[in-house]
C-alpha cells in the first residue's frame, strides 16, 4: 500500500506541468540554442571539435565559449559546405551529426529530434547570427533543487535559464544532467532522475558551458534500528543527525586495542609498542582515550608525521635551478626543519601560513647579517647538520620561494591547491569546466606574486643588485684566498711534511716492532726505552703533516664555499619582494593553444573588485588580509577538511582539493561550524586534531552492519585505508625490530632516521623501490593535486610485502623480533601473543593462538615457526591497512 | 551521448578504488565486459602481443637502415651497404643476418621528432608514450605497456608490461608511472642479474610447500576484517591482489620463462654471437632478446628492454664495429625464433631509439655523429606489420624526410591500433582533465600495415 502510495506521489511530480519545447523554435538563437546544442551533443568537448586543433577540419571553441567564432568556422569555412541554405537537410552539418555521412564522432542524434530540428530551423532561418550580449546567461536555475527520493523512485528535473535580455526559457530539453554518485542516484539525459540506492548524491546540471546543482537524498527503507548512541561532540551530533534521516545505523565504538593502534598511527605515523597496548588495556581510567589522545598529540611523532604531509602538499624538494648554489641536499632538509619546528610549537596556522607566504630571506634583517646567516647555514651543512637548527629558527620560511615554479602563474596555483584547496590549472587555458573561475580570475590572482623575484641566474642581477654584488666579490675574494692559500699550503709546507711523514711513518713501524721485541727481554729494556723517545718524536712528525692536512681540507672546503654557493645564494637566491619597475613585464599571463591572456589587475578570489596597490607595497601582505578575514569561504576550510581527510580516508567535500560550488560537502554545517569554531580558537591545529580524534565518529568500529555496509560517505562505520608507504614502512621496521639503513652519511643525514623523516629519496634501493611502489608523491610541479600521493593498492604491493627478499631478511634478522623472543620469552603461546602485539596492536583469539601454535609446533625448529608467523601477520590486511 | 567532461567525478573515491582493485590487474569486470563486447564487434586486432627493443641514445640510421653510398665521403662513413632480401633495401655489411631476413619486417624512415622535442630527457618520453610527456609540468601519459595492462590486461599469474632491466638508458625509470595508476606499472626486473631483488621477488623465496603452508596460515590469520569482504573494495582488491600474487608465485610459469638454464646452449649462442667482453659503450645484454621471446611464448603482452647506449657522439665506427653484429644476431634470432613457433604474426617487434645520428660526421679517425632529429629508422616486425617493406624516404644526405612523413603521435597511434587498444580510448589525467590515450589526432601509417 505505502509503495502504491509513492507511485501515485511520482505520477504527480512527473505531471507537475508542460514540458517546454515539444518543438524546436522556429528561429532558434545561434548563441542560446545552437551552440546549447553543440554542448548537449558534446561537439564542442575537449575531445571533439573543441579541441585546440579541432577533429576532422572543424573546430569549435572549446564548451562553445565564443559562439562568434563558431558560426563564422560553420557559415564560411569549407567553401559553405557545411551549411546549405538552398537544400537545408543536405547541409554537412545536418548529415554529420545524424552520422549519414561519415563522421569520426558517429551518431549524435536523428533527424526529427528535438536537437535536429533545432539546427535544421537555424539553418532554414538562413543560418543568422545574433547579438551576443542578448543571450549571454544571467541565471540558471534547476528545480528542485533537494529532491528527498525513496529507492526506486523517479522524478524530472527542470532548468530555468534567464539571459541579459531579460527573457526566460525552459531549457530542459538543452541541458546536460549527471550525477556526482550514480550509485545513489542516476538521471537520464532528459533530466529524469531515478533514485538507487541509500545515500545522497548531487546532480550537476549544465547549460552551454554553466553548471548548476541539485540534491537528491535517498534514505535507507525500514524501520528505524536501535537507540543512537550519544554523542561525543559537536561533530557526532551532525553525523548522528544525517545518519538518522538516511536511517542508517551508527556502528560502535571499536574496542580499546582498535583504537589505540588506529589513533597511534594517525597522529604520530608508529605501531603502538607490545608495552604500551598492555598498559593501554589495563587501564581502568574511563578518560583514558582522551588522555591517550593528548599524550599522542603532544610526541614528536605528531610534527613529524605532519611535516611529512605539508611537505608534499608544498612540494618541498623541487630546488636547485642553474647557478643559484641551491641544491635539494641542502635545501629540502631546511624546509623540512622549519616547518616541522613551527608545528611543534603550534603555530596557529594562519600565522604558518603569513610567514610562508610572505617570507624574505632577510627577515626584516640588514643584507649583511641576512648574508652572515647563509654562510652560517652552508657551514652546519656537515655531521651533525647544525644548519637545520638555525635555519629553524628563522621567522620566515623563505626557501617556499626558492623552489622551482614557485613565482607567477605557476606560483598561484600551487598556493590556491595548498592553501585554499583549489585545483586551477584548467583555467590556465580555459573556464573551469566543473567550476566557476575564469583564466582572468586566475591571472589577476597571480598578480599578487609576480613581483616575488625568481631565483636563479641573471646576467643583469649584477646591476640591479649593485650591495649584493658587493658581497658576492667580497666573499668570493675570501674563498679564492682561502683556496690560494690551501694550495700554497699543500705545494710547501704540505708536500714538505708529507715527504717527511711518509718516511718517519716507516721509520716508526719499524721502531715499534723492536720495541715490542726488546721489551720482551730484561737485557734490552734500555734500549726499548730510548726507541720509545724516538718513536715519540716520530709520531710529533706524523702529527704534525696530520694537522696541515686537515688544515688544507679546511681550508679548501670553506674556500670552495665562500666562493661558490655562498656569492651565488647572495646573488641569485634572495627572495625579496621587486617593486614594479617595468609594468607590462610583471603582469601574469599565460600563453597556450588557445592564445595568450593577461592580466593587470590584482583580484582576490572569487572577489569582484580588483584591489589598488601602493606603490611600494607588497601585495602579498593583502593576501595574508584575506586569508586572515573570518569570512573568507576557502583558507580555514581547505585545511579543516584536509585534516579531516587525513583521519576518515576522505573530505567532508571530497577530493579535499576540489572546494568546488559544484563539489558539494556530505555535512556542509559540520564543515561550517568546524571552520568557525577553528578560526574562534585562534586557527590552532592541535584544537582541530583533538576534536576530531575524540569524536565517537572517529572512534567507531569499522565493522559495519547489514544496515550500513552500502554506506560510502556518511560515516557509519569507520572506512578502512591504505596505510601511507612511509608509515608502512616505519611499521615493517617496528614490527620487525629492525632499522633500514638509508644510506645516506654522506649527504650528512642522521643515523636511525624513521622514513615518515625522509625529506627526498635516500639511496637504499629498497626503500626507494617501496616508497615508488606504495605512491610517495614526487614533490614537484608535475602534478599539483592531493591525488599525488596515491592511496589505491596493486599487485606489486602486495607481492613486494610477500616475497622481496629484503623483507624476508628483516624477518630473519639476528637481532630482530623473532630472534629476541626466542631470546627472552620461553612461554610458547607467550610468543605468539607478543607478535599479535608487535605487529597487530592486539592479542590473538583462541582460534588464532591454536592456529600459530599448530604452525609454529610443526615447523622444523621455533625460530622458523615464529618467522612463519611474523611473516603471515605482516601480510594480513589487518596489519597493511588502517582499519 | 557521452559528452566529453560529463563523466567527471560520476564516482567517488571509494568507488575509483574499486575500480581499481575489485578484480586481478586493476580492471574491473565490468570493464572487462566491456572491453570483451567491444573487441567482439570490431575486428580482430592482428597484435596481440609486443616486444620493444629500445636503442637509447639514437641509433645511426645512414650506418644502417638508410645508407647513403653515393654520400660524400665526409657523410657516407666507413661501412658499405649489401643487398637484403627485399629488394630495394640495403643495409650495412655488418647486419648481414637482418638483411637475410628483410622480408619479414617494416623498415620506416619517415617518422621522427622534427627536434622537438629532441634530447635525451625528452624525446624518449614522447616515443615511448606517443605523446608530448616531459620530465615535469606536463600530464604524465602512460607507456604503451601500462595502457594494455589497463585495457588489456594478460593472463592473470603473469605480469602484462614486463621491462628487462632499466626503460632507458638516460632517464632510466623516471616514465613508468602514469596517471592510469600505479597497479598499471611496469614490473621492472632484470633475471640476468645475480643480485636484482625484483626479480628474487617473483618466485618464491623458499621451497613450495613450505610457502603453500606459510599462505595457509596468512589465509587462517587474516580473518578479522573479512566481514567487509564484500562489501568494501579495498578489502576485496586487497584479497584479489593477494591471490594473483600467490598463484603467480605458485604458478611455474613466470619461474621458468626466466629461467635461462631451460634453453640449449646453441641457441644462447646463437643469441650471443659476436657479443664482446668490453665495449667502447654500454652495449646491453643480448640475452634480453632472449628473455623476452622466453616471456613472449610465456604469455606476457608487452615486454620492453633498453639494449645499451647509443649516444655515439665520438668513435661512432668504432662502436658500429662492436655494437653493429651482436645486434644483429639478437634481433635476427628472435625473429627467426618467434617465426618458427608462429608467434611473429601476432607479436609487434621493434627496434628503436628516440633519434637517428647526424649524416655529416667529417672524416677524423675518431669521427662520431652527433643527434640528429630530423630523420631516424624505426624497424618493426609482426603483430600486422607489414612482412618486406619500406616507409617514406629521406633526401639523398639521409638528413631530412622526403616522403610520408608521420609524427609520433602516428606511430603510436598504429601501434594500439594493432594491439586492439582505441587510441581514442578517454582517459583522465591528475587534474582530471578527459583526454585520449594519444591525445592528438594523427593519422595511422597505414603503409606500413598488412
Redesign the interface.
Known amino acids: 500500500m505505502r509503495r502504491l502510495l509513492s507511485l501515485y506521489a511520482v505520477a504527480l511530480l512527473c505531471a507537475g506541468g508542460p514540458r517546454a519545447w515539444a518543438e524546436a523554435p522556429d528561429s532558434p538563437l545561434f548563441s542560446r540554442h545552437v551552440v546549447a546544442v553543440f554542448s548537449k551533443l558534446g561537439c564542442n568537448a575537449g575531445t571533439c571539435h573543441g579541441a585546440v586543433q579541432g577533429k576532422g577540419g572543424l573546430r569549435l571553441s572549446l564548451f562553445g565559449a565564443q559562439p562568434l567564432a563558431d558560426h563564422a568556422a560553420l557559415v564560411r569555412e569549407h567553401g559553405g559546405r557545411r551549411i546549405d541554405l538552398l537544400e537545408v537537410d543536405r547541409s554537412l552539418l545536418l548529415l554529420k551529426a545524424t552520422a549519414k555521412v561519415p563522421h569520426g564522432g558517429g551518431k549524435r542524434t536523428s533527424a526529427g529530434s528535438l536537437e535536429y530540428d533545432i539546427l535544421r530551423n537555424w539553418i532554414a532561418a538562413t543560418a543568422p547570427a545574433d547579438d551576443i550580449e542578448k543571450s549571454r546567461l544571467t541565471k540558471l536555475e534547476v528545480t528542485p533543487r533537494e529532491q528527498e527520493a525513496k529507492s526506486g523512485a523517479s522524478y524530472p528535473l527542470k532548468v530555468q535559464a534567464t539571459f541579459a535580455d531579460g527573457t526566460s526559457e525552459d531549457v530542459t530539453p538543452l541541458a546536460t544532467f549527471s550525477s556526482l554518485d550514480a550509485g545513489v542516484a542516476s538521471v537520464d539525459a532528459a533530466g529524469q532522475v531515478a533514485a538507487q540506492g541509500v545515500g545522497d548524491a548531487a546532480i550537476i546540471v549544465r547549460f552551454r558551458a554553466e553548471p548548476v546543482m541539485s540534491q537528491v537524498i535517498v534514505a535507507r527503507e525500514g524501520s528505524p534500528s536501535v537507540a543512537a548512541p550519544e554523542p561525543q561532540n559537536f561533530i557526532d551530533e551532525h553525523i548522528l543527525a544525517k545518519l538518522r534521516r538516511l536511517n542508517i545505523p551508527p556502528s560502535e565504538l571499536a574496542d580499546d586495542a582498535t583504537f589505540l593502534r588506529r589513533a597511534r598511527l594517525d597522529v604520530t605515523g608508529q605501531l603502538p609498542t607490545p608495552d604500551e597496548v598492555r598498559k593501554f588495556l589495563a587501564d581502568a581510567d574511563p578518560q583514558k582515550r582522551t588522555k591517550k589522545i593528548d599524550q599522542l598529540l603532544s610526541e614528536p611523532g605528531y610534527a613529524a608525521l605532519w611535516t611529512l604531509k605539508f611537505c608534499d602538499l608544498l612540494n618541498a624538494s623541487d630546488f636547485g635551478v642553474y647557478a643559484d648554489g641551491l641544491a635539494e641536499h641542502f635545501e629540502a632538509p631546511r624546509f623540512q626543519a622549519w616547518i616541522r619546528a613551527r608545528l611543534a610549537e603550534n603555530t596557529p596556522y594562519d600565522e604558518l601560513a603569513a610567514r610562508i607566504l610572505t617570507a624574505t630571506s632577510r627577515d626584516g634583517r640588514s643584507l649583511e647579517d641576512w648574508a652572515k646567516e647563509v654562510v652560517a647555514l652552508q657551514e652546519g651543512y656537515t655531521s651533525p647538520r647544525t644548519d637545520l637548527e638555525i635555519y629553524a629558527r628563522r621567522q620566515t620560511l623563505d626557501a617556499y620561494w626558492q623552489r622551482k615554479e614557485a613565482v607567477g602563474v605557476h606560483g598561484a596555483l600551487q598556493i590556491a591547491h595548498s592553501f585554499l584547496g583549489l585545483r586551477l590549472e584548467c583555467a590556465q587555458c580555459h573556464r573551469h569546466p566543473h567550476d566557476v573561475w575564469q583564466q582572468d580570475d586566475l591571472l589577476s590572482f597571480a598578480n599578487f606574486f609576480m613581483g616575488v623575484r625568481t631565483v636563479g641566474f641573471q646576467g643583469e642581477n649584477e646591476k640591479r643588485y649593485p650591495e649584493e654584488h658587493a658581497l658576492f666579490k667580497q666573499y668570493e675574494g675570501e674563498g679564492k684566498k682561502l683556496t690560494e692559500e690551501a694550495k700554497q699550503l699543500k705545494e710547501g709546507k704540505g708536500k714538505e711534511l708529507a715527504e717527511k711523514a711518509k718516511t718517519a711513518r716507516d721509520e716508526a713501524n719499524r721502531l715499534k716492532n723492536e720495541i715490542r721485541r726488546d721489551e720482551e727481554k730484561p737485557e734490552t729494556q734500555a734500549a726499548a726505552a730510548e726507541k720509545r723517545t724516538q718513536l715519540a718524536s716520530l709520531e710529533q712528525t706524523i702529527a704534525e703533516h696530520d694537522a696541515v692536512q686537515k688544515e688544507i681540507r679546511e681550508k679548501e672546503q670553506r674556500g670552495r664555499m665562500l666562493s661558490d654557493d655562498v656569492p651565488k645564494r647572495i646573488l641569485h637566491a634572495q627572495i625579496l619582494h621587486r617593486l614594479r619597475d617595468d609594468k607590462s613585464k610583471r603582469q601574469a599571463s599565460v600563453t597556450s593553444p588557445l592564445g595568450t591572456q593577461s592580466s593587470d589587475k590584482f583580484r582576490l578570489l572569487g572577489e569582484s573588485q580588483p584591489l589598488e596597490m601602493a606603490e611600494g607595497e607588497d601585495p602579498r601582505r593583502k593576501v595574508i588580509e584575506w586569508l586572515r578575514r573570518p569570512d573568507n569561504p576557502l583558507f580555514a576550510r581547505a585545511i579543516v577538511n584536509r585534516v579531516w581527510a587525513h583521519y576518515f580516508g576522505r573530505g567532508i567535500v571530497d577530493p579535499p582539493d576540489d572546494l568546488s560550488p559544484y563539489n558539494p560537502a556530505t555535512h556542509p554545517e559540520m564543515l561550517d561550524e568546524l571552520c568557525q569554531r577553528f578560526i574562534d580558537n585562534r586557527y590552532d591545529l592541535l584544537w582541530l586534531h583533538r576534536t576530531i580524534l575524540t569524536s565517537r565518529t572517529y572512534q567507531q568500529t569499522s565493522i559495519a552492519s547489514a544496515e550500513s555496509e552500502m554506506d560510502r560517505a556518511n560515516y557509519a562505520f569507520f572506512y578502512p585505508r591504505r596505510l601511507p608507504a612511509e608509515v608502512l614502512l616505519d611499521a615493517l621496521d617496528q614490527a620487525t625490530l629492525t632499522r633500514e639503513d638509508l644510506d645516506m652519511q654522506y649527504y650528512h643525514w642522521p643515523k636511525g632516521m624513521r622514513t615518515v623523516e625522509v625529506p627526498y629519496l635516500p639511496r637504499n634501493n629498497f626503500i626507494v623501490f617501496m616508497l615508488e611502489q606504495f605512491g610517495r608523491p614526487p614533490r614537484n610541479s608535475s602534478a599539483q593535486c592531493d591525488c599525488a600521493r596515491q592511496v589505491d593498492s596493486s599487485l606489486l604491493q602486495v607481492l613486494s610485502f610477500a616475497n622481496h627478499p629484503r623483507v624476508r631478511e628483516k624477518i630473519a634478522d639476528p637481532g630482530g623480533r623473532v630472534a629476541q623472543l626466542i631470546k627472552e620469552n620461553q612461554d610458547a603461546p607467550e610468543r605468539i601473543r607478543e607478535l599479535y602485539l608487535a605487529t597487530l596492536g592486539r592479542v590473538p583469539d583462541d582460534a588464532e593462538l591454536a592456529a600459530c601454535q599448530q604452525y609454529v609446533g610443526e615447523a622444523a625448529s621455533p625460530e622458523e615457526g615464529l618467522r612463519g608467523v611474523l611473516w603471515s601477520l605482516l601480510n594480513t590486511k589487518e596489519f597493511v591497512l588502517q582499519h | 551521448?557521452?559528452?566529453?567532461?560529463?563523466?567527471?567525478?560520476?564516482?567517488?573515491?571509494?568507488?575509483?578504488?574499486r575500480i581499481?582493485?575489485a578484480s586481478?590487474?586493476?580492471v574491473s569486470l565490468l570493464e572487462m565486459l566491456r572491453a570483451r563486447s567491444q573487441a567482439a564487434g570490431a575486428a580482430a586486432p592482428k597484435a596481440k602481443q609486443m616486444i620493444v627493443c629500445w636503442m637509447a641514445g639514437g641509433p645511426p640510421h645512414t650506418d644502417m637502415f638508410d645508407m647513403k653510398p653515393d654520400s660524400p665521403s665526409d657523410y657516407r662513413g666507413e661501412f658499405k651497404p649489401i643487398a637484403s632480401k627485399l629488394p630495394g633495401l640495403d643495409v650495412c655489411e655488418l647486419l648481414p643476418k637482418l638483411a637475410e631476413l628483410a622480408d619479414k619486417y617494416t623498415i620506416i624512415r619517415s617518422i621522427t621528432t622534427m627536434n622537438n622535442p629532441g634530447d635525451h630527457a625528452r624525446a624518449p618520453m614522447y616515443w615511448l608514450t606517443g605523446n608530448p610527456r616531459l620530465?615535469?609540468?606536463?600530464a604524465?601519459y602512460p607507456m604503451y605497456g601500462s595502457a594494455a595492462a589497463k585495457f588489456k590486461p594478460g593472463p592473470a599469474e603473469l605480469?602484462t608490461f614486463a621491462v628487462l632491466g632499466k626503460i632507458d638508458h638516460h632517464i632510466n625509470n623516471s616514465i613508468?608511472?602514469s596517471f592510469l595508476?600505479?597497479?598499471f606499472?611496469p614490473?621492472i626486473f632484470d633475471p640476468n642479474e645475480k643480485k636484482d631483488?625484483?626479480a628474487?621477488?617473483?618466485s618464491?623465496?623458499m621451497e613450495l610447500p613450505a610457502f603453500t603452508?606459510?599462505a595457509d596460515?596468512?589465509k587462517?590469520?587474516?580473518s578479522?576484517?573479512r566481514?567487509?569482504d564484500g562489501?568494501?573494495p579495498?578489502?576485496a582488491?586487497?584479497?584479489a591482489?593477494?591471490q594473483?600474487?600467490?598463484d603467480?608465485?605458485r604458478s611455474p610459469k613466470l619461474r621458468e620463462a626466466v629461467d635461462l638454464s631451460k634453453e640449449d646452449e646453441k641457441t644462447i649462442a646463437r643469441y650471443k654471437d659476436k657479443h664482446l667482453d668490453k665495449y667502447r659503450y654500454p652495449s646491453g645484454d643480448p640475452l634480453h632478446f632472449l628473455m623476452a621471446r622466453r616471456l613472449i611464448e610465456a604469455g606476457v603482452p608487452i615486454v620492453h628492454f633498453s639494449l645499451g647506449y647509443w649516444d655515439w657522439h665520438g668513435e661512432n665506427f668504432v662502436a658500429v664495429r662492436q655494437q653493429f653484429p651482436m645486434f644483429d644476431s639478437g634481433l635476427s634470432a628472435l625473429l627467426t625464433d618467434l617465426e618458427e613457433r608462429g608467434l611473429l604474426d601476432t607479436t609487434i617487434v621493434l627496434a628503436l631509439g628516440e633519434m637517428g645520428r647526424k649524416p655529416k660526421c667529417g672524416t677524423e679517425k675518431n669521427a662520431g655523429r652527433d643527434h640528429w632529429d630530423y630523420a631516424q629508422f624505426v624497424l618493426a616486425a609482426g603483430g600486422g606489420f607489414k612482412r618486406g617493406c619500406i616507409v617514406g624516404a629521406t633526401d639523398k644526405l639521409g638528413e631530412q624526410v622526403t616522403d610520408n612523413f608521420y609524427k609520433v603521435e602516428s606511430f603510436g597511434r598504429t601501434l594500439y591500433h594493432l594491439l586492439g587498444i582505441d587510441p581514442?580510448t578517454?582517459v583522465q589525467t591528475?587534474?582530471?582533465?578527459?583526454?585520449?590515450l594519444i591525445a592528438?589526432?594523427a593519422p595511422l601509417v597505414k603503409e606500413a600495415l598488412a
Open positions: 551521448m557521452n559528452l566529453g567532461c560529463n563523466s567527471f567525478r560520476q564516482h567517488h573515491r571509494r568507488d575509483f578504488l581499481g582493485g586481478l590487474c586493476g620530465p615535469s609540468g606536463t604524465e605480469p613508468a608511472g595508476g600505479p597497479a606499472n614490473f631483488d625484483i628474487k621477488m617473483l618464491p623465496q603452508k606459510q596460515l596468512l587462517a590469520l587474516d578479522r576484517l566481514r567487509q562489501v568494501d579495498l578489502i582488491g586487497l584479497d591482489y593477494q594473483t600474487a600467490f603467480m608465485l581514442d578517454q591528475l587534474s582530471s582533465r578527459p583526454i585520449k592528438e589526432d
